[in-house]
């Protein structure tokens, strides 16, 4: 199984600066990475495939990158409704999919 | 509106039995392969289950192995997930997925699980 290990678990910054949570993979995953922002008592909203692609309708403040085990997620300037839970997940080595225990993006 | 809502959760005993189901609408569901993922109370998310397009090929995790079934209905364009033996440790909030196959400008398909249904919380307690 294909382990996947976020940091921070917890960033806290300030609005409008910049935010980069971090997403390890314990083999490669290639480029077969997701990543997913959820906030309390709502369903998790896909950001990021493939690594680096925004998904429909994600603001470019948002952008992916990395690949075979390092990625990384990267917020440019944080906006009020970016505070959040952030989940990596991979599917490249499956099953199982596995996602990354989440960074928990805080107020500063 | 592409959407995905589940239903069935609720209370049940340790060794029990439910059924949760999740309606499509909106998209060919007959096109999409899905998924069942669970969140525990104030925990990560665990995908939990898989089944393509036209239920060819199922996966599970292995906590949830021999327990639980996936099945689908693409007439009826409904996901389902039969649980059954249920443990304390099977509490949480089940989601479906719809997983959507990408391609980039070289033809390199990605895969994603870009919609989400709002949950459905299972509790397993006596």
């Known amino acids: 199984e294909t382990v996947m290990t976020q940091s921070p678990v917890t960033l806290s910054v300030s609005p409008g600066e910049r935010a980069t949570l971090s997403c390890r993979a314990s083999q490669s995953v290639s480029s077969n990475l997701a990543w997913f922002q959820q906030k309390p008592g709502q369903a998790p909203r896909l950001l990021i495939y493939?690594?680096?692609t925004r998904a429909t309708g994600i603001p470019a403040r948002f952008s992916g990158s990395g690949s075979g085990t390092e990625f990384t997620l990267t917020i440019s300037s944080l906006q009020s409704e970016d505070f959040a839970v952030y989940y990596c997940q991979q599917y490249e080595n499956w099953p199982p999919y596995t996602f990354g225990q989440g960074t928990k993006v805080e107020i500063k | 509106e592409v959407q995905l809502v589940e239903s069935g959760g609720g209370l049940v005993q340790p060794g029990g039995s439910l059924r949760l189901s999740c309606a499509a609408s909106g998209f060919t569901f007959s096109n999409h392969e899905m998924n069942w993922v669970r969140q525990a109370p104030g925990k990560g998310l665990e995908w939990v289950s898989y089944?393509?397009?036209?239920?060819?090929?199922?996966h599970y995790a292995d906590s949830v192995k021999g327990r639980f079934t996936i099945f689908r209905d693409n007439a009826k364009n409904s996901l389902n997930l039969q649980m059954s033996s249920l443990r304390a440790e099977d509490t949480a909030v089940y989601y479906c997925?719809?997983?959507?196959?990408?391609?980039?400008?070289?033809?390199?398909?990605?895969?994603?699980?870009?919609?989400w249904g709002q949950g459905t919380m299972v509790t397993v307690s006596s």
């Open positions: 997925a719809r997983e959507t196959r990408y391609y980039d400008t070289s033809g390199r398909p990605a895969d994603a699980f870009d919609i």
């Open positions: 493939d690594a680096s």
């Open positions: 089944i393509s397009s036209g239920s060819g090929n199922i």
